[in-house]
Every structure is written in structure tokens, then in C-alpha cells.
């Protein structure tokens, strides 16, 4: 762990504990992050609210008349320790298959609508774009880049259910693209978008900056838990989960939403135990242990 430096500890009013462990996003911050709250769940400390993993800290909120502010700063210190010092570091989680159709005339459409005033290059898509400012040959290329390797998980909120992933590649070959000048309106729900070096899942319609690639036909937000695997929660993604996206055309899109409609769609997934030290080390191996995990 390359993470020397104690994380900074601040109190938000009488119940809520904001822990940050780096001042920018990195694997190792948010490993230690994600492990954390793992941790302090598994304490099963009265008074715990609720445990919030973001990019590169934590929030705790807290009922300060079953928890002490002392104990709990206390005990999430200790966690910090122990995961850093740590011999090996790894979170047990899961891989899970994303289909995504890509260059789809849905996210298609609503680019067009906000163009001039909204985006860098009004004149053109935002994958046209997205592959320009990465300096790839076009966009095919960028959607290859975009799903060949798997993408973290690194936090889930701002709309209920929406994920913010990380792509487990050496930073200097991870894609990144600004966001529109402006944000747009409308958003197509289930947009899969890229903004900085994050993808975004837009789990429902609504406003957004981030370049849109393209859409997914399966629900990752389901308050009605009509589908097998929000049987546990209504949210399909967790921190520390790893997605990899597969493209898919026309005709299996509308297959998957069929089955979606006749509530027998499954995701493909598998367990995984995620290896801090291995992803470093050698990422291009690892993500090709990951894959093989998924496809068994």
C-alpha cells in the first residue's frame, strides 16, 4: 500500500463522520475506502446508521445517543490501521456482464438536441469526440477501448442506483473525456456516459454532462424488485463491484428487454476476490483472470 498518510477525519454536524483517504481517486484509496466500511459493517456498532464508500473517502452517519463520536471515530481509525498494514489486501466481491449497445440511436438523438451551446464540438457526436480527445482513430476504436477491460466500481449515488466506474487499466492507457461545456436537460435512462476518467450508468432519465456511448436494456436500479437479482435490494450495484461491459446490436438488445419485460432476465456474474496487489502489479494478467472468472 502506497498510501502513507493518515486520512483526514471530520465531523458534518452531530451525525455524520466524513473520512477522506486522498485527495484524488486511485485504486489504493478506494480499496481502503470500500475495506473500511466492510469493516465497520461487520462490527455491527449500535447506533450505524448507514456506511457511504465514495472514490477516495467515507461517510458514517450515526445516532450520536446509542454512539459515542469518540468510539466511532476510534473504531474507524483502527480499521484504516489494519487495512493499510495489511499483508494482503484483497476484498471479496464480484464481476458482472453489462451489454451495452453502443452508438445506439436513442443517446444518438439526444445529443443532437444539445449541441451548440452544450458540447466542445458541436458539429460532431459525442463518440466522435470521446475518441479524438484520447487520440484513438475513431469511434470504433473507443468502443472497443471502452469495453475490452473491466471497469470498478468505485461508488454509487448521486440518483438513486447510478454507479461511478473505474477502469482497471495503467492509468496512462485509461480513457478520459471532459464532460459537455454545459449539461444537458435529458439523458436517456440506462445511458451508459464518460466523463473525466469515470463511466457513468444513468439508472433513470434525467439531466447529465457525461458523453453518452450508448444505452443498456437491463434495469440496474428496480424499486418494484421484480427481477431476480434486486431479490436482496433495489440496487444492482455495490462499491467494490467489477462490470464488464459487452456490446451488443439491435437485435439482442430488444431480446434482452423482452426478457426483462417477462421477468426471467438474469445478469451474468460470478465471485471474485479482488487483489489489490495483483491488479497493480501486472493489470493486463489480472483483468484476464477476471474475465475468466466471468466466463467460467
Known sequence: MTLTEHARYSWGGDEFLVVEIAPDMSLEANFVANSIAVGLEDRALPGIIDICPANASLLVRFNPDELAHDELERTVRELETEVKKAAVQELDTRIIEVPVWYNDPYTSET????????????????????????????????????????????????????????????????????????????????????????????????????????????????PGQTLADFSDFMVLFRTGDIVKYRPVDEAEYRKIQAEVEQGTYRYKQAPVRFSLAEALADPDSYNRSLLEALNG
Open 111 to 222: 445529443e443532437q438536441r444539445f449541441r451548440e451551446g452544450y458540447h466542445q464540438r458541436p458539429e460532431g457526436s459525442d463518440l466522435d469526440y470521446s475518441a479524438e480527445v484520447n487520440g484513438l482513430a475513431n469511434a470504433e476504436e473507443f468502443i472497443r477501448r471502452h469495453h475490452e477491460t473491466p471497469w470498478l466500481v468505485s461508488m454509487v449515488g448521486f440518483v438513486a442506483g447510478l454507479p461511478f466506474l473505474f477502469q482497471l487499466t495503467p492509468r496512462e492507457r485509461q480513457l478520459e473525456v471532459p464532460k459537455y461545456l454545459s449539461p444537458r436537460t435529458d439523458t436517456p435512462p440506462l445511458t451508459v456516459g464518460i466523463g473525466g476518467c469515470f463511466t457513468a450508468h444513468y439508472s433513470v432519465r434525467g439531466a447529465g454532462g457525461y458523453q453518452m456511448l450508448g444505452i443498456a436494456p437491463a434495469p440496474i436500479f428496480d
